[in-house]
């Protein structure tokens, strides 16, 4: 076993690739772990949109209100101690209001949508959002183009990923998926400095939702090029826990894609693209299964309830690249 | 004195124009008194600005939350009941707070901003805001194109209105006054059908500043030409009552332009482009040095303090008009 105390010592730098909520949580234990020049973390903005004339990214805000100590727990989005009069109002002009924006998360909308239109980039917006709530460590967008999820449904519709995943609740079938845009996207200058830094020691991939929160991230141009690249290993945590998502569609969509809804499933569909692989406790005996794939397996208790979890889990993570 | 009773049941219609607070007071008076067809409130828009990426119109809400009853009345602006989690934020992630814009006042400038954005018009808007409050008596813009109030200081520096009102607290000495825009403008579809209505009883200036919210209104393209054209007389009531502005930086104007501060004075600036003048009777002594400027002169109880003062007004206004 490493040296747990030799990971925040050491001048390996960590990169987090992470969606909403379970990546959200492993990325602050990994804040709690790594100095603030040690960590980098990604976060997804396939499923970023304009909503009522607002540019939204619900994944960056996750993390970083997660990480300002903000975040709504309850709710598992949006900030803690929310109010509604805006939207209520709103709803009373007849506006949309299938997308709950609270009073407080609101500012955040207006202040991106303001930044974005004088010209600055989604990174440097985020730079000063982050900043400003005291956050220490850098929150990355992969990339400062627009990239779009659309998620391909049983009726031949191609949504875009918040009418499927708020508006419609995640109960249309899934087909697919595209990425509109990512042809033409390249990785941020954040992300691709990250990847490309001569002292990373571990990339890895947050339990986020696998089709919707991490293929886009790994599938903008140049990113597995500079992953494989790297010397580090890349290592992934389940989202799949006793063939359960801990939460959001991932699970659903798995049985709607014809998959087995496993932690192996999910390291069948990173295949070839990862190191390591960090399933939970009780997935203990697809162990065997997965190393077949190729992909060295760490056993350990994933589940992050509370912070301690956090750490325990980020702490695992860093100590199992170290083993590469 | 002409039957009160009579004035609802008379098929002729009003023409109200109307800036904030002091002007809004009337037109509630006034549509408390007239049926919905037989009032349209017309409202100053060169006050208008764009802020933190939202198209706010001061005076038009104003008006709007007066009418819907939803008015702030300790603040003058605003709704009542209000609160600040947005703004808070907002000031949280260094963003401008000079313009205190509430959770619910909130909704109407999103609402607003979207629905300008996707092609319909100020006064197509106004109208689906009004209706949704529940407002069956008209709101319109003066116009449905930009006009923006400069206000020319001791300085020179020629300012957005706002930044006078707003950020500044009207601090700084005034000099002049321009409107940015209103060569190309005309008055909107509503406004000019409403001084063309062959059923034109009367043209009521309500108490507002008559510098900001009534010239850009008069100094519109056509206006004046319909006004004259309008068999209707044009009345204004004083904003200036025993030398002080009830609300407003009016008097503090004046006294910078170089005119005395009273309804004399007032009327004096209005001369030639109205026929009656309402003043307080705390101003009755200047009645005949009112009548000399060629200008009919009611002196009533002018200060709205209740709800009934409101409809008196509007009563005594429409009775005055209907003895020309």
Redesign the interface.
Same mark, same amino acid.
Do not use: H, P
């Given at each position: 076993m490493v040296d747990k105390k030799s990971l925040a010592s050491s001048s390996n730098t960590c990169v987090a690739l992470s969606g909403g909520v379970g990546g959200a949580k492993l990325a602050l234990g990994l804040s709690k772990v790594l100095k603030s020049n040690q960590l980098d973390i990604i976060a997804n903005t396939a499923d970023d949109f304009e909503h $009522? %004339?607002?540019y939204i990214c619900p994944d960056l805000d996750t993390v970083t209100y997660t990480l300002a100590d903000l975040s709504n727990k309850e709710l598992g989005w949006g900030?803690a101690g929310?109010?509604w009069?805006?939207?209520?109002?709103?709803e009373?002009?007849?506006?949309e209001s299938w997308f709950r924006l %609270?009073?407080?998360?609101?500012?955040?909308h207006?202040?991106r949508?303001?930044s974005l239109?004088s010209g600055l980039t989604l990174s440097e917006t985020t730079a000063? $959002?982050t900043q400003?709530?005291g956050i220490a460590h850098k929150i990355i967008p992969m990339c400062d183009m627009p990239v779009a999820t659309k998620v391909k449904v049983e009726s031949g519709e191609l949504m875009a990923f918040q009418h499927y995943f708020v508006r419609d609740r995640c109960e249309p079938k899934v087909t697919g998926f595209e990425f509109e845009g990512i042809k033409d996207a390249s990785p941020s200058i954040g992300f691709s400095a990250a990847l490309n830094n001569t002292n990373l020691g571990s990339i890895i991939i947050c339990p986020s939702n696998p089709f919707v929160s991490v293929d886009p991230v790994l599938k903008l141009p140049g990113v597995m090029a500079a992953i494989q690249a790297a010397t580090a290993p890349t290592i992934a945590v389940s989202p799949i826990v006793g063939g359960q998502a801990i939460k959001g569609p991932a699970a659903k969509m798995m049985k709607e894609l014809g998959m087995p809804q496993t932690a192996l499933a999910v390291a069948e569909h990173y295949q070839g693209r990862i190191d390591g692989f960090v399933i939970d406790e009780a997935d203990a005996a697809m162990v065997a299964d997965i190393e077949a794939l190729g992909i060295k397996t760490l056993v350990t208790k994933t589940m992050m309830l509370s912070l301690q979890d956090r750490i325990d889990l980020a702490e695992a993570c860093l100590a199992f690249a170290e083993t590469f």
């Open positions: $009522i %004339g607002l900030q929310e109010t009069e805006f939207l209520n109002a709103l009373r002009l007849g506006g %609270g009073d407080k998360d609101m500012a955040t207006v202040f949508t303001q239109s000063q $959002i400003r709530l």
